[in-house]
Antibody
Framework: EVQLLESGGGLVQPGGSLRLSCAAS????????MSWVRQAPGKGLEWVSS????????YYADSVKGRFTMSRDNSKNMLYLQMNSLRAEDTAVYYC??????????????WGQGTLVTVSS | ETTLAQSPAFMSATPGDKVSISCKAS??????VNWFQQKPGEAPTFIIQ???TLVPGIPRRFSGSGYGTDFTLTIDNIESEDAAYYFC?????????FGGGTKVEIK
């Protein structure tokens, strides 16, 4: 059974940093692309970033480019999102999401339960 | 960037109804649209891929249609458990973009 367990969310001041982690299990992690998708309170879904299975390519939404860095450690089955220069508009539940293959994106077949990031003074 | 205009934003249905949700893309994206269902307090679930293909395990009352710029999610004989938000997603190009969502209420 696929399991994705996010951690690292919390309250942070504007301009601060947080590092989200996602522990993956139940599948051969390095074979699959992964993504982060966020959802602001009471709002819709917003794609944040994606990385392919071998970590060669990473893609970002314009709203986070230059501030967020996505990475993965295939030896540990871990996915990360380093978030710097946080803004109030980054407040959201952040979902760790698995794709159907190593190089496809948007076929989000498994989702974690999410971790809440609140940016506020 | 490809934007997706999803409509309606809200709809109310009676069990047994047939409902349709529209998703219109700002440019031609072939069949590169996926649909997701999100029930209150839960993470989204993948229900339709490549515009028309039902994801395994999803009830057959769900179906998708469309190509190019106009896409539709249809729920036949809707049930109370289908009360949820529904989102379309385009994966034709980066950045990936979601539609604004449709809340489906069951009376």
């Amino acid at each position: 059974e696929v399991q994705l367990l996010e951690s690292g969310g919390g309250l942070v001041q504007p301009g601060g940093s947080l590092r989200l982690s996602c522990a993956a299990s139940g599948f051969f992690f390095s074979n699959y692309a992964m993504s982060w998708v966020r959802q602001a309170p009471g709002k819709g879904l917003e794609w944040v970033s994606s990385i392919n299975g071998d970590a060669i390519n990473t893609y970002y939404a314009d709203s986070v480019k230059g501030r967020f860095t996505m990475s993965r450690d295939n030896s540990k089955n871990m996915l990360y999102l380093q978030m710097n220069s946080l803004r109030a508009e980054d407040t959201a539940v952040y979902y760790c999401v698995k794709d159907q293959s190593g190089y496809s994106f948007g076929y989000f077949d498994s989702w974690g339960q999410g971790t809440l990031v609140t940016v506020s003074s | 960037e490809t934007t997706l205009a999803q409509s309606p934003a809200f709809m109310s249905a009676t069990p047994g109804d047939k409902v349709s949700i529209s998703c219109k893309a700002s440019q031609d994206i072939d069949d590169d649209v996926n649909w997701f269902q999100q029930k209150p307090g839960e993470a989204p679930t993948f229900i339709i891929q490549e515009a028309t293909t039902l994801v395994p395990g999803i009830p057959r009352r769900f179906s998708g249609s469309g190509y190019g710029t106009d896409f539709t999610l249809t729920i036949d004989n809707i049930e109370s458990e289908d009360a949820a938000y529904y989102f379309c997603l385009q994966h034709d190009n980066f950045p990936l973009t979601f539609g604004g969502g449709t809340k489906v209420e069951i009376k």
